[in-house]
């Protein structure tokens, strides 16, 4: 395609990155190339330090560089609730709210049959160790209000009440702030079945 | 904002990439950790060799490996001709029409006064050298038909015909406005053999 291999490998390479098309592959290529050497190299070691040095909390399952994270290590967290996100970001929102003081479990994914993406995956069996160890006592359920975010609660939700642990879901409703006329009538269906 | 500051570090590194804001590099940053580290090492060795091996051909200045491309040393083709182009993605939608046989300028950008780049940034001296070599006899606009492409078409040719030099333009069956990597191949064949 190109006059040089090594800047056909590289928009290769740029198109593993999801939502990279081979158009805005080439584009960064060039960019990099032509405008940018410093952040190519720059990005280059970003990718190897972070591959080399980033791991799973052994606690809560999210990305650390350390054993356990530092949220897992902080002595002011309510250890008795554990809240049960998709992702990194899904927890940082829900920090954001400055709403939570207990602890986390990060699943870094959903169940997705379509995708086959099956409780292995995601690491339930962890998160049943971690909820089960005598000291969890309400596992809050924040995954998202999507087909497979809902799925994924259902099933995690089903295994631990059945082994004996209080388990509750974020409510559903009208988000603060819009107006009735511009919200989906799922979302004013369910904020009725919902209301209190 | 992570448990990880080389995450943090790999999210920053992402955004120096062109259309890339916070929301897309945390994805891809997440993506890659948790899917795909054998696509991040891959991407960082290519981006380093890339960034090692990379330069510009002495003859049309487009990126390449070797001293001179494989474009500039193909013997077929006609030296009297000489089509100047944006970019290789433009150089490389005039070769898929297959109507043109001479040889290339790549500018590697374009005159945009307003972000600061003028003629020395686009090594136009390169190409006011190359193209009174004797050899040329017809130089070939080929800028986008965009407001900075138009002004850097009307620059060279300006300075080109002062010297003596058969100066075409692209003929105007390209839609004005619109980039050449996303004309469709028969309006840029038509365009070619209309040039005046
Ligand atoms: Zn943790
Ligand atoms: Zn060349």
Redesign the interface.
């Known amino acids: ?7 056909d ?2 928009i ?3 198109r ?4 990279v098309g081979v ?2 592959a ?9 405008h ?2 410093e ?16 791991r799973h ?1 052994a606690l809560c399952h ?4 350390a054993e356990v ?3 897992c290590l902080d002595p002011q967290r309510d250890a008795a609730k554990l809240c049960v996100v998709e ?3 899904d927890q ?1 929102a829900v920090e954001r709210t400055a709403a939570y003081k207990g602890r986390y479990f990060v699943l ?2 959903k169940l997705s049959p379509l995708d086959g993406i099956g409780p292995k995956d995601i690491g339930l069996q962890k998160l049943f160790d971690r909820a089960t160890d005598g000291v969890v006592q309400e596992v809050i359920l924040a995954t998202n209000f999507t087909a497979e975010g809902e799925a994924t609660a259902h099933v995690i939700g089903e295994a631990l009440r059945s082994r004996g642990l209080q388990v509750t879901r974020l409510a559903r409703g009208v988000p603060v702030g819009s107006e009735l006329e511009y919200v989906d009538l799922g979302t004013i269906a369910h904020a009725l079945v919902d209301r209190r």
């Open positions: 395609m190109s006059n040089a291999n090594s800047l490998a590289l290769q390479a740029l593993r990155l999801p939502g158009k805005s080439s584009r960064m290529a060039f960019h990099l190339l032509q940018d050497r952040g190519a190299l720059h990005l280059s070691q970003a990718l190897r330090q972070a591959t080399d040095s980033v909390c999210t990305f650390t560089e994270c530092v949220t992702t990194p970001a940082s870094m994914g």
